[in-house]
Nanobody
Framework: QAQLVESGGGLVQPGGSLRLSCAGSGFIINTYVVNWYRQAPGKEREFVAPINPTGAWTNYADSVQGRFTISRDNFKNTVYLQMTSLRTEDTAVYYC?????????WGQGTQGTVSS
């Protein structure tokens, strides 16, 4: 069954770092735009960052600009989200989404918690 699998979430102190991974399972994501979203408790899902299929183009929400970096390794069929200088307000479930035309797939999410 084709799906996306996120991993790398956990508990970290403010100022710390986490690296999230989004791996394609059962399908190749090399030709897909991949986006990271997050959803904090009681809030709507927020768009975080996209990356195009080659990795040459990326963009970031203002709230994470300069602290998060999205990248991909197409040989490993994986997209990453490196998160640094984490703040308590970054606490959320992080989801990856792969899209190509009308084809859209979501992962199950991974929890990232920033707390002292």
């Amino acid at each position: 069954q084709a799906q996306l699998v996120e991993s790398g979430g956990g508990l970290v102190q403010p100022g710390g770092s986490l690296r999230l991974s989004c791996a394609g399972s059962g399908f190749i994501i090399n030709t897909y735009v991949v986006n990271w979203y997050r959803q904090a408790p009681g809030k709507e899902r927020e768009f975080v960052a996209p990356i195009n299929p080659t990795g040459a183009w990326t963009n970031y929400a203002d709230s994470v600009q300069g602290r998060f970096t999205i990248s991909r390794d197409n040989f490993k069929n994986t997209v990453y989200l490196q998160m640094t200088s984490l703040r308590t307000e970054d606490t959320a479930v992080y989801y990856c989404q792969a899209e190509r035309g009308h084809s859209v797939s979501w992962g199950q999410g991974t929890q990232g918690t920033v707390s002292s």
